[in-house]
């Protein structure tokens, strides 16, 4: 409220501004310059005033429709009660608030994959789907495949989880409230996997307006790509799926591939027997194998991470890392692997049984010794191919004779005198010349061969297991050294006497 100016009394029973001007001040100390006039009389006049007023005010809200109200007549009143001063009685309106709402809780976006979690334990379809946006079809669909698929695996653990979630002040404006989300899916598959490994997906919720349910409007793939593997996309963020469970092997491929997918199953159950039951070593190896037949070899790429290397592969296997969040200190680094086999390759559609069984063999040769190897991203720290790809092939080839089978590069090079009696390096096994790769390869498995041909088999598994649990190049060498008894030119010389008489 403005201050009222000070008035101080005169003789004479007039008002003297406090100014020293000397003039009547009436109210609103304006100076007055009329004759002076008996209090008594202004009071009444003043009274008289205030009432006319007052009903000239009620009158005309009563004529506007009865659009005033009791309020606004009041607050006329007031004012005219003080008809003679400014008005500066009034207090002003409160400014309008610029508070920003708060961002969106983190407890609440954890409740919201909590959620997620309840309903596909309960199989609940429309409770999974209830926080995705309605208005965005393809996101339903998806996600409504993805709940079909998760049903058909048969999960130990299998858990959303917030991971993080910041505020996104791009796609905030006005009431609306947005927060980029990282969930894990934290799953074991049954008899696969040692522990829960930990699959990302990138969310972002949202709530339109104040007291408005959270709402997932987008929902796509993250990546743990450590060394090179990578949790996404699974083999059921894809097609819808058709699962084959063996005793050792749970198969998956894509609804259209339904009338393939038990032979398949059949041919893969068989090389899981095959490779089990040739296992020498008193180590732990996984007893169950996921496979995946992609539906096109778009879909292989993708799994693989679209490296350059190895360009004309027929299968990869994906050996992925433990939730960290569930890790103690017997769980391996590597708690589960995924195979993925490209279904359009011409050994699986047109070729006989068992070279498809080969192919699978060879696969899941690299799930069996996974769980002895360290993560890390160290320069040194993944066992040399010779080792990783030699095991591998040794599986693959374990039923074919050397005296009726060979790789054609390797018997040119044998025979043109241009082999070198060195094992191979990393980049001729992995060479984008499909003819050095081949050779690679297979050198590399008669390495591991000839160990288990000359020590026993038992021999080649100490040395794979010892090479993978510590790959440095001075401790593949002492394991050599300890399997068989000699030092690496040694061996080599040895060893490429062998590669000699069975490929040339």
Known sequence: MAEEPHLTGTAGGGATAADGSGGTVIGDGRAATGPRVPRALLALVAGVLACALAMAVLLGAVLDGGRGTAGAVVDAVGRTGAAADTGTDRKPEPAPSSTRLPDLARDEIAKLAAAQTDALARKDLAAFLAPYAADRPELIAERTRLFGNLLKIPFTVAEYRLQSATPDAAQSAGNRRTSSVTVVFSHQVTGVDTAPIGETYHWTVTRAEPGAPLQITKADGGSDTGRGNSTYPAPWDSDELVVVQKPHVLL?????????AATWAARAETAATRNLAAWKSPEKTPQRFLVYL????????????????????????????????????????????????????????DGAADDAVAIFRHEMGHAMVAPFQRRSSAAGAAPPLWVAEGFAGYLEWSDRSLDRWYVPPARELVRSGKFDGKLPTDAQIYAADAKTSASGYYFAMLAIRYIADKYGAAKAYEFVLAVYRAPQPEAVDAALKAVTGLDRTAFESKWAQYVKSKAG
Do not use: M, W
């Open 294 to 349: 992609t539906p096109d070899r778009a879909s292989f790429e993708k799994v693989r991470g679209g490296d350059s290397v190895t360009t004309n592969a027929i299968g990869v296997c994906l050996s992925l890392p433990a939730d960290p969040s569930v890790r103690t200190a017997d769980t391996p680094d590597f708690a589960g692997s995924r195979i993925y086999v490209d279904s359009t390759s011409d050994d699986i559609t």
């Open 252 to 260: 998956l491929a894509a609804r259209r591939h339904q009338a393939k």
